[in-house]
């Protein structure tokens, strides 16, 4: 695959993930909710927004910041965080950290009970290695 033809896919991928993200707050959905969570829901509803905020503007690593902030400070048990910021690598074409992040989504959402979910991040993890050529590890 020729570059020009990489990042033309990275891009698409990555505007689909941000779509559903977009569509989820249009309608009033909230894009991280913490369930149990002893951190500041509030702050992390903040941080959470403003990285999509920056996602939606291209700037992808003030985004990644912004949800490396929640993953240290506030809550690092938050499966939706490791998703949102694993869209972000696959904006900078950091594939690995990319699988690393939807591999621990996907383990919290199995720690949680929550198997569909843990299989949609399966889902991810696959399409992401098939899209990028990434093998399994």
């Known amino acids: 695959m020729q570059v020009s033809e990489r990042r ?14 977009t569509i989820l707050i249009f309608f009033g959905t909230t894009l991280i909710v913490p369930e149990n969570s002893a951190a500041n829901e509030a ?12 996602m939606l503007k291209g700037e992808h690593h003030n985004a990644h ?9 506030l809550d690092p048990n938050i ?11 696959i904006a900078t074409d950091n594939i690995n950290a990319a699988l690393a992040d939807y ?5 919290l959402y199995t720690a949680k009970g929550d198997l569909e979910s843990a299989a949609l ?8 290695r098939a899209q990028f050529g990434t093998s399994s590890q």
């Open 8 to 21: 033309v896919l990275r891009k698409l991928f990555v505007g689909l993930l941000l779509f559903v993200g």
């Open 43 to 54: 702050e992390i509803q903040h941080h959470s927004r403003q990285a999509l905020d920056h």
């Open 65 to 73: 910041d912004k949800l490396t902030h929640i993953i240290n400070h």
């Open 79 to 89: 499966p939706e965080v490791y998703y949102e910021r694993g869209t972000t690598h």
């Open 103 to 107: 591999q621990k989504a996907k383990d």
């Open 121 to 128: 991040m399966q889902d991810i993890i696959d399409e992401t």
